[in-house]
């Protein structure tokens, strides 16, 4: 806690480009282009109950998710589109200039590269970064071959008889079977006809079911997925152990590697459709890398996730402190330790103290983390966050977690019941930030 506390005091959310330490890569710098800055609103309803007046032509973005104007006007997006594609094309300039002065490769972690990566990596070459940056590179190429032996893995225990009531890895295969049609049903690559749906699994056959592969998109997520359950388990689980701790699979990893799937197939198209196993490989060691060694300790472990419960208890703790004074974040902090006093005079606890509160107050935030802001942000927003995520470690959910409480603070605050509050968080997604 004192290390995350430290951290965060450091950059006080609003930091210069100062020190630089080239182990850690943990140098604080904000820097903003001396340029004129359209300004979007970050909450604006539409007038207009339906400006989109042909309602069975649905428009997607292009990453394929389809776009809503339900509370940002259609003419404002546009207008927000055109001006940050702008913003993109100069970004992507002066990396173009950047990897010249290195002879084309990427060049080593500096404050200057830091800089370049809080402002946007360009897309064409995001999937690259994040695969090198993160240190997945170094992963496939130490371990070569592994990812299609772990596919393997699956067929040689159903041939030998065992079901998912014997083996831990297929019961978790089963979860993941449960949720792959329910990862970005809004994404026009990810979406499959009902008859898919509906289709006969055969629980006899030691093959996967066929609909599991009709949409290429939902087959990789799945291999992706197989993979990584018996990457994570231990070895007395017929897995390979190459997690820190036992995961397996648990709600929100299919997100987060739907969407790096998304990123590298789009950045490899034509790899995608001739070799998808290549791009599901780099995609799986940028996943285990990510939750193995990036988020924190038993993040997504088979005791409920009580990594992400603590980190939030952690954050929580640190927002409280100090009646939020040190983050910026007075508004929330007083709005929680009221819920919290309401919600145990209601249960007949109002003699408890503050430190013991037992209120779901303290994981509000809990599915940001979980899902590292994927469906809770636009997508753009989560692309950037990625890039730091990648680069600079966990300390970024943090960070970004108390900038969204600050902007928010008075959407918050303002809500009389615990409920309403928690509701606000979970859907702040339907405001636009860019």
């Known amino acids: 806690m004192d290390i995350i506390e430290e951290d965060l005091v450091e950059i006080d959310l609003n930091d210069d480009v100062s020190s630089y330490n080239e182990n850690q890569f943990q140098t604080n710098g904000h820097v903003i282009e001396n340029e004129q800055i359209m300004e979007i609103p970050l909450i604006e309803y539409s007038n207009v109950v339906n400006e989109n007046k042909d309602e069975d ?14 509370y940002i006007s259609k003419k404002r ?9 702008k913003v993109l094309e100069r970004r992507e300039q002066k990396w173009n200039l950047l990897l010249e002065e290195h002879g ?25 970064c994040w695969l090198y940056y993160s240190g997945a590179k170094e992963e496939m190429s130490n371990n070569e071959g592994l990812y299609v032996k772990l596919l393997n893995c699956e067929f040689e225990e159903k041939n030998k008889g065992l079901t998912k009531k014997n083996s831990k890895a297929l019961d ?20 499959v006809d009902s008859s898919v749906l509906e289709m006969e699994t055969n629980k006899n056959s030691t093959s996967p079911s066929e609909k599991y592969y009709v949409n290429p998109y939902i087959g990789s997520l799945r291999n992706i997925l197989v993979a ?31 969407l790096l799937l998304l990123i590298f197939s789009q950045n490899n198209e034509d790899l995608f459709k001739s070799n998808a196993t290549a791009i599901e490989e780099m995609c799986f060691w940028v996943f285990a890398t990510l939750i193995g060694k990036i988020l924190p300790k038993e993040m997504y472990g088979e005791n409920g996730m009580e990594g992400a419960i603590i980190e939030q208890e952690l954050l929580w703790n640190l927002i409280i402190a100090e009646n939020g004074r040190k983050f910026g974040v007075k508004k929330v902090a007083k709005w929680k330790k009221d819920m919290e006093k309401k919600n145990n005079i209601m249960n007949g606890l109002d003699g408890v103290p503050e430190s013991e509160n037992l209120t779901k107050l303290g994981i509000l935030t809990f599915k940001w983390m979980t899902t590292c802001f994927v469906g809770i942000l636009p997508i753009e927003t989560v692309l950037r966050v990625w890039d730091c995520i990648f680069t600079e470690g966990s300390i970024t959910i943090l960070r970004v977690t108390l900038t969204l409480l600050r902007i928010y603070e008075n959407d918050i605050s303002k809500n009389d019941d615990e409920l309403e509050g928690w509701d606000f968080i979970n859907v702040i997604k339907i405001y636009e930030l860019y």
Not at 59 to 68: A, N, T, V
Not at 104 to 128: A, D, E, Q, V
Not at 178 to 185: A, H, N, Q, V
């Open 172 to 191: 978790c295969i089963y979860c993941v079977e449960k949720d792959l049609f329910r990862t970005f049903p809004d994404n026009k690559y990810f979406e």
């Open 228 to 258: 990584f359950v018996y990457y994570s388990l231990p070895k007395s689980d017929n897995g390979y152990g190459g997690t820190s701790y036992t995961i397996g699979y648990c709600q929100s990893l299919n997100y987060i590697a739907g």
């Open 77 to 85: 997006q546009e207008e927000y589109e055109v001006y940050y594609q």
């Open 104 to 128: 084309g490769k990427f060049p080593p972690k500096s404050t200057k590269l830091k800089r370049f990566i809080r402002k946007g990596i360009p897309g064409y070459i995001r999937s690259y």
């Open 57 to 70: 032509k649905d428009e997607y973005d292009k990453y394929g998710f389809k776009k809503s104007y339900k």
